[in-house]
């Protein structure tokens, strides 16, 4: 009788034990309830402030250590050098030296081989006498060639003119045969364009020229090796010529 007795004491005990537990839970599970009711309040209420990240921090850029520059070796001293004396100025040379008179104008040397000659040219109808240097071997053929060439630029500038007809030319060497020469021209020499006053200066041209050495006194003109009674004009020349 006293074991039923106490196995229904045991069970009661445990039975009583557990509905507590069982109370206890509930109260643990009311108060994590209220505990997350509170937390929710605390959450609604007041939000967390989310925090900045802070700036990362500047970085200063290293310096780079200067190079120290090596230090100059101290020179020595110069010693003072010992001036020279002053060489005295030299007088200049236009002081010195008077100022040359100016060089006398001549004419130009005549070469050995040549001699000093005279043709004759026209100047405003006048005869004109200029000078030429001639072949000293053959000074009267070189005198009519020269008169044949004509006159020079500066000649020509100055208003001097020959009347011979351009293109004649002296085709023998001129014989002189008892003071009078004979000088043979082409046909060219025949024909003047400046008409019966022209065909009269050239022959004076000629004769003047021819006349100028002492050993010739007139001139017989041939044509082509013949003589001939007139010139174009009217001029006769079939006779020796004199001034």
Do not use: H
């Not at 250590?65 to 002053?86: D, I, N, R, T, Y």
């Not at 004109?128 to 009267?140: D, F, I, T």
């Not at 001097?160 to 000088?183: A, D, F």
Request: charge should be neutral; hydrophobic fraction near 30%.
């Amino acid at each position: 009788m006293i074991l039923p007795v106490i196995k229904n004491l045991r069970q009661n005990a445990t039975t009583a034990e557990t509905e507590n537990g069982t109370g206890n839970r509930e109260q643990g599970i009311e108060e994590k309830e209220q505990g997350t009711g509170n937390r929710e309040q605390v959450t609604e209420g007041k939000k967390p402030q989310t925090e900045k990240p802070a700036a990362p921090e500047k970085k200063e850029p290293e310096k780079k250590p200067v190079a120290e520059k090596p230090a100059v070796p101290e020179q020595p001293e110069k010693k003072p050098q010992s001036e020279k004396p002053a060489t005295p100025s030299q007088p200049s040379a236009q002081s010195v030296q008077p100022s040359a008179p100016p060089a006398p104008v001549s004419t130009p040397p005549v070469n050995p081989a040549e001699t000093r000659g005279s043709i004759y040219l026209i100047s405003k109808g006048i005869l004109v006498k200029v000078n030429r240097n001639l072949n000293a071997g053959a000074p009267l053929t070189d005198s009519i060639n020269a008169l044949l060439t004509g006159p020079t630029p500066d000649e020509i500038m100055r208003g001097i003119e020959s009347l011979v007809p351009e293109g004649s030319r002296l085709l023998k060497t001129p014989t002189i045969k008892g003071g009078t020469v004979e000088l043979d021209f082409n046909q060219e020499f025949r024909y003047n364009t400046r008409g019966s006053e022209g065909c009269a200066a050239q022959i004076k041209q000629i004769v003047w020229t021819a006349t100028e050495f002492p050993n010739v006194r007139d001139v017989q003109f041939l044509i082509e090796g013949q003589k001939v009674d007139f010139l174009s004009e009217g001029v006769m020349i079939r006779n020796p010529i004199s001034r």
